[in-house]
């Protein structure tokens, strides 16, 4: 008797790996994601694909390299034929739900090439990166003289709506901005104002908003017997950084972390850095007062998060679903907070390309491994493959790039584990690359990174020369103070990364069509198909494969031509 | 005014680039493909993405490296999905039309996913690589105990029964057999058969059928004034190999080229160049009966075909089209035919890698160039960028890997033009692989050459040590007979290979759905969307901008929570 098996695959949108008690916070205290990680287990070097929303994202549903899915940056449609979790489980049984935000772009140019309509069930799914949706909300209702950021329908503005909140758009009038003192409304997007309290009832704040959407979905789901996987993808603690009463006050003083950052680091920094360092998000984020301002606002949010967490472990208790759904813990990239002079995130420093990854797996089988920390590199797309494998799967490797992080949950050490995490980031569409002069193909960066070292490769050149690599020694300068890039005393080091990153370059993506089982049951399949090569008399060959190619002569038919 | 133009794009099959005339073949005399040489540009250092046939087409067909489309072996399905010349002509006017051969396989399991069903015109196209089909056939009839290799209808072999032809096989049983001493069939998939004459009449063969077929196809296209790319792709000099007289016996003794190999390839080779010498292909062709028996075989068929190119330009002069025509000849690969104790293609010697590239352009602005040889390196992906530029469109280098030869078709010199050209090759379904005991992913090979050197990468290892690379000085030792992969005095060469091969293997090939032009549109443009970051406070940024931002707070809503 299999028991049906659910998956709460939840996910926070800028969440640092080291901002929960259990991810080593020494001030902000997490204790419902800390349980998870005591009945589960916490990876503690996973890295996202890559540090930004859209591009994470789309690797985490796809289970696949940025390079390898093309959606490389926000806004990049994810192209049609691109396979997803949805598609996976769907093909187990295993039904696939959206509650929040996937970032998602639809390749409308794709689906009208290949005439799927968008009003189809193939088409709403191809459109909504495989999910069904029960909400979505992608959380940046941002309005400027050109429009909206985001165009779609938003269920949240309408929730506020309903509740009596006014205006066109009070997601950004209440949840993102506070009051000031001549009664104005005090935007968060200002971040003088991050440390004032949201002008809304906290109960009607985005993140309990969509904590009980999460749970009216599984309420949806009683009496079903199907299988449920649950994206429950909150935008929290993403920026505008505000959050409401009583949340915005609890942080303060020596309970922010001191800034990570060395003057050093400014001196001669890699071109490609300095330009992070020099942009707007870097230089204010180098501001003591903006930091000051956003910091409570920010761990506010994540305790604000870990309390609904607590809702909803609670429900699942209540309603005996723990001990039957997998919960995972996550986030789609970190957030710089002015370490390393950058805001926001982008390049490969632990702040930005590490995240919390956190699974509690209900299967008796996990027992042995609760409340251990895998300290092996991980990586984001490895969820996918997860997934799978809890579903009942074979992990359709020829597809999915990530591995299953089942043998992990389970107390086993998986067999020739990876040695290195890889991370990519193409800042094509930024100021940053327009500054360095790169056409769009060269704007790209690469990480490799193992337990020793950090390494970055940056596409393109200045004045001809190509840029240099970063390189980090994590064991010696875990910080990540000491760029050794242009070090000679690290020549093999640079080597062996650069091997490694060839070998990822030339990994086999794309050959989506043909798993590798097909591929063994292929092999000298043609010859009894009568593909004879290699044979030049009659007797050298097996009579039964060639009985078609003997026999008297035909006669040949009159010449009309 | 502009005149309608078309394009002629006729591919040889396993055509090696030495067998023309004006390929520099003594003996072998082929004048009308010389006479499109001699009308056009011949660019002598052309190479194809991978040495096989369906593999190799996809890539002439997307514009595409093999790993980059998937496709990366016969019968491996092109994914829906993946755009081919087909999908970018159409949108400029154009059609692309299919007589001949393709080597296509459907992605049934991805039609399936999304909808598309076969007998749509946009699942017709998908099916068939994009083209719309006047007439299909693969000409690979061979039939052994498990059936048909191909199981499709072929039209070929329907012509030859609606002429008496006996049989369910007319293909073998007469096109590709002659008769011997007993009068039994002799059966050309027994080599030794390979110089009698087919037993057929000489205007039924393949060759001249599919002639027919073309010239019916343009016949058909009379008064329509769409412009047409019409895809004339032959099945031979591919094997079987024989020829109806009396092309038969037109070639053998001092005519047959000596054959390029030396017994110090043999002594301690690369292991997987060993495992193809000692495969039953390499092995019969290292026999001197096998290639006596064959080479007046493949000469007499190179001598058919450009026979029948005599009546196909012929026509085209007849039918005053040859002013608005561009007419490409090449090959999918080559053959080894003994050359390196090698049969058939693979590896990347001259021989397998190197294809005939002859581009005649009726343009005006092409007079300058008529006759000339561009020994600049070429890959086949260079065509479809060709062709969208001929049909006046702008080349989507988001999607099209290769680059437009229609500079140097008029005289000019590119800018930048490419060092290097890549070539892979997967052999995880062959025994090869079996016999290394190579994972499929391993069983991958990549060639990387510029006008000094050949480099060739395997992936994958022997008693856990890498293989080694090999390397060939092609100005010393143009045969190609010493390997300096493993010697010391190469580093530096090494170093740059890879360097060169690292940089193609972080190539953005899957950003397809955005293109540069889309990029630089992006560019910077979020903000005026409402996405203001890095700024503290409301004096430091435009009013205009952060309109929506700014004015009264709005009144709370009584708390119903």
Known sequence: MTKRKNILFIMFDQLRHDYLSCGGHPHLHTPHMDSIAEKGVRFSRCYVQSPICGSSRMSFYTGR????????????????????????????????????????????????????????????????CGFDIYARDD?????????????????????????????ENPWHDYANAGIDEEG??????????????????????????????????????????????????????????????????????????????????REDPHPVYEQFMNNAVGKAFSRDEVREAVMPAYMGLIKQCDDQMGVLFKYLEDTDQMKDTMIVLTSDHGDYLGDHWLGEKSLFHEQSAKVPMIIYDPSPEADAARGTVIDEPTE?????????????????????EGRSLIPFLRGEKPEEWRDYAISEFDYSATPMAVNLGLKPKDARLFMVTDKRWKFMHAE??????????????????????????????????????????????????????????????????SRRKGIVLGVHTEDEVDPEITVKFRGPAKPLPANDG
Chains 1, 2 share one sequence.
């Open 460 to 525: 393109g050149q200045k004045d001809g020369v190509p840029f240099p690599p970063m390189l980090f020694d994590l064991e010696n300068d875990p910080d990540e103070l000491r760029d050794l890039g242009r070090s000679d005393q690290h020549d093999d080091i640079l080597g062996l990364m650069y091997e490694r990153l060839g070998k990822w370059g030339r990994r086999n993506a794309q050959r989506t069509t043909k798993s590798d089982d097909d591929i063994d049951n292929m092999r000298a399949k």
């Open 65 to 128: 390299y940025a390079s390898s899915h093309g959606a490389q940056w926000n806004g990049f449609p994810l192209k049609v034929g691109e396979q997803t979790i949805g598609d996976h489980l769907r093909k187990l049984g295993m039904s696939s739900w959206l509650v929040g935000k996937t970032h998602m772009a639809v390749d409308h140019e794709g689906m009208e090439r290949l005439g799927i309509t968008h009003d189809s069930i193939v088409g709403a799914r191809v459109s909504e």
């Open 139 to 167: 959380g940046l209702w941002a309005e400027g003289p050109d429009g909206f950021y985001d165009h779609r329908r938003s269920p949240y503005n309408e929730y506020l709506k309903s509740k009596g909140y006014e205006g």
């Open 184 to 265: 104005n409304m005090a935007s968060a997007w200002f971040t003088s104002h991050s440390s004032k309290p949201a002008n809304i009832h906290e109960q009607d704040s985005e993140t309990p908003w969509l904590t009980r959407e999460v749970i009216s979905f599984i309420e949806s789901r009683k009496g079903n017997d199907e299988p449920w996987m649950c994206h429950a993808s909150y935008i929290k603690p993403h920026w505008p950084y505000i959050v409401p009463a009583p949340y915005h006050d609890m942080y303060g003083g020596n309970q922010i972390q001191p800034v990570v950052r060395h003057p050093a680091e």
């Open 380 to 400: 984001a797309i490895d969820l996918a493959a997860t997934f799978v494998e809890f579903a009942g799967g074979k992990v359709p490797n020829h597809i999915i």
